[in-house]
């Protein structure tokens, strides 16, 4: 009697665990997808995957209590072990599937459950042997559902990636391996190949050497999802229309649909999984993306309980935290570049893109030891201290970024390998009152590094006066690897600048846009509404949807102190350049049909 009564409290544990991983996982996917789920949770995003995570997740956690509830009927045997079993479980299980969204309230969520779990106990109550029967029966139902979660899923993705490349057309001969790295957040003025006055970057600066350096390079957007949009169609952010609350469509080709085409293997891997992900539709044209999932932490995390645990809702009022611990967890550099390496080791003779981000230098800025002691000291307290550790993360990166370029050409001896490096915006550290980024578009949040290295194919030490855009990289990968005339890429490469045959007045437009940000604190501009800004080889023009407009002559005035927008001379241009900003950048480009 003893070992059914445990018997039966397992096959409920399991049971309920699973068939509520089961339902959380799929729950998941289609509240992303639907746009149900609460801010916070919704930016710590999920794939299919969490399927059978969810369903592990939920096993141990049910299982674990299972096993506390068979030791509480050994120390009193007369407790109805069963019908409490039934009652917790189903509370469990409630609570999960209600507590999804993020929307709901802990007490509501809590009263919820708590009545339907009341309800079942009544039912079972009454049919005890009927719901025991059907429980043993289709445990094993619920048990192959998982099963085939938990193999079909990664199965699915393998499988996928090996049709993918099956289905690749041949490469040319000597086309290049392309790596492009995006470092999240680093903003141009503070490595020292950029004329800043600390040594944070010694091995980027040594990379920028061996190519062309664009001294004033800018990105479309202060912030992740509208600027690597541009990165990756070439297309102004008001053209593909990427914001915080629209992810990618797929009306403009990206650089790794085009380069499949071209027979190479694609691969994006991201630190920033918050806003460079699947989840906006950075997926597309990706044969592989690493985004979610990376640790058992970070598997955990995304799940119901793990968040509940990791947001401590639960258990914080008890005054306890873990909170900060679950912060820090990041995909840092160096564990990009294992994943990096592992995946282009499978296909030794494939060509490959490469697309990489790493968030080393977004905050919170808390370099390792090495690297906090580095610039520490030099400066004095406050905004002094961020800067301190916004270095040190600098000089973090930078190791790593030459680590993967020296690691990737050791394995790949014999092949050209083609490095862009570039970042998706800036950082404030209290520039114009500001901190952060997504604020504003002043140089320091859309000022960015830009370097192409490709020995042999690109002169050594050059240096690009002309400033130019991010969105420029699809046009001159396509012109580097000898697909220019096949190019479907807008704008101008940016070749013809370091091979100096570009008349000065031919360039694309510089645009940037950031939407109106209802999430932001209200003292910033980005709260109140949209701002656009203009970058000519002069003028830096800014306008904002409530604010009016700003002019800085920013050769002249780097800091951006100085707004011109009031002086009567100016007015003539201002107005072409507000007229200019209307019509979303230059004619041609408003006037290009996109591609289907
Ligand atoms: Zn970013």
């Known amino acids: 009697m003893r070992l059914r009564v445990s018997s039966g409290v397992l096959v409920l544990a399991v049971w309920f665990g699973l068939l509520t991983g089961l339902l959380e996982g799929v729950g998941l996917l289609a509240a992303q997808r639907l746009g149900w789920l609460e801010w916070e949770t919704l930016q710590r995003g999920v794939g299919p995957e969490i399927v059978w ?4 997740v939920d096993l141990v956690l049910f299982g674990s209590i299972g096993f506390m509830l068979l030791v509480v009927s050994r120390v009193f045997p007369r407790l109805p072990i069963m019908r409490i079993s039934v009652f917790v479980f189903a509370f469990m299980a409630i609570a999960d599937l209600v507590a999804l969204t993020g929307r709901i309230l802990i007490y509501a969520v809590v009263t919820l459950a708590t009545g339907v779990a009341a309800t079942c106990l009544r039912w079972v109550g009454n049919n005890e042997q009927a719901a025991v029967r059907f429980w043993r029966k289709s445990v094993g139902v619920v048990a192959a559902g998982a099963a085939v979660a938990l193999v079909g899923i990664p199965g699915g993705y393998w499988l996928g990636e090996r049709i993918s490349m099956a289905r690749l057309p041949a490469a040319a001969p000597g086309a290049p391996n392309i790596l492009v790295i ?18 944070t970057s010694p091995n980027i600066d040594r990379l920028a050497q061996q190519g062309v350096l664009f001294e004033n390079a800018f990105s479309e957007s202060s912030w992740t999802p509208p600027s690597h949009a541009t990165i990756l169609t070439g297309r102004h952010p008001s ?12 009306r403009y080709p990206t650089i790794p649909e085009v380069l499949r085409t071209h027979g190479y293997r694609t691969a994006a891997f991201t630190g920033n999984s918050d806003w460079f992900s699947r989840r906006i539709g950075f997926g597309r044209g990706f044969m592989h993306f690493e985004d979610y999932f990376y640790s058992v932490t970070d598997m955990f995390v995304r799940t119901v309980f793990g968040r509940t645990v990791a947001e401590w809702r639960l258990v914080g009022r008890m005054g306890l935290s873990i909170k900060p611990r679950y912060q820090k967890e990041r995909r840092r550099a160096p564990i990009i570049n294992r994943s990096v390496l592992r995946w282009i080791h499978r296909e030794p003779e494939r060509p490959f893109f490469v697309f990489v981000n790493y968030y080393d230098v977004h905050e919170p800025y808390e370099p390792i030891d090495r690297y906090r002691r580095k610039f520490a000291g030099e400066s004095q307290g406050g ?20 680590r993967l370029v020296e690691e990737v050409e050791a394995q790949r001896r014999a092949q050209p390998l083609l490095v862009i490096i570039t970042s998706d915006h800036g950082e404030s550290f209290g520039d114009h009152g500001f901190y952060l980024h997504a604020n504003s578009l002043y140089l320091n949040e859309i000022h960015v590094p830009l370097i192409v290295r490709w020995p042999g194919k690109v002169p050594g030490g050059g240096r690009v006066d002309a400033p130019v855009s991010n969105a420029a990289i699809p046009a001159t990968l396509m012109e580097l690897i000898g697909r220019g005339e096949q190019s479907v890429f807008p704008g101008l490469s940016l070749v013809r600048l370091w091979k100096q045959e570009a008349p000065a007045s031919d360039r694309d437009d510089i645009l940037a846009e950031i939407a109106r940000q209802p999430f932001a604190p209200e003292k910033l501009p980005a709260y109140h509404g949209w701002t656009k800004s203009i970058v000519t080889p002069e003028w830096h023009y800014m306008e904002h949807e409530k604010f009016g407009s700003q002019l800085f002559n920013w050769r002249a005035d780097r800091g951006e102190l100085h707004d011109l927008s009031k002086r009567p001379d100016l007015q003539g241009m201002i107005k072409r350049f507000r007229l200019h900003l209307k019509r979303g950048g230059t004619n041609e480009r408003a006037a290009a049909a996109p591609p289907n």
Do not use: F, P
């Open 53 to 56: 995570i969810a369903c592990l």
């Open 182 to 199: 995006v470092v999240d957040t680093l903003r141009a003025d503070h490595l020292s190949s950029y004329g800043y006055q600390r040594a």
């Open 239 to 250: 053209e593909h229309e990427v914001e915080w609350n629209k992810g990618l469509d797929d």
């Open 383 to 402: 905004d002094r201290l961020r800067i301190d550790a916004y270095d040190g993360e600098i000089g973090y990166v930078d190791e790593h970024v030459a």
